[in-house]
């Protein structure tokens, strides 16, 4: 299992061109072991 920052995870599966190609073809490959998905909320 992988664990994506929210962005990471919104640019790949948006097809962002922000993310490079080799992170969209490394997040393909372990997507079938699970992902995890970092929600945080910033304190003041």
């Known amino acids: 299992m992988i664990l994506l920052d929210t962005h990471i995870w ?13 992170r969209v073809n490394w997040m393909d490959e372990q ?3 699970g992902l995890g998905i970092s929600i945080t909320k910033k304190l003041i």
């Open 31 to 33: 997507e079938e072991q």
């Open 10 to 22: 919104i640019w790949w599966i948006q097809g962002d061109p922000r993310l490079k190609e080799v």
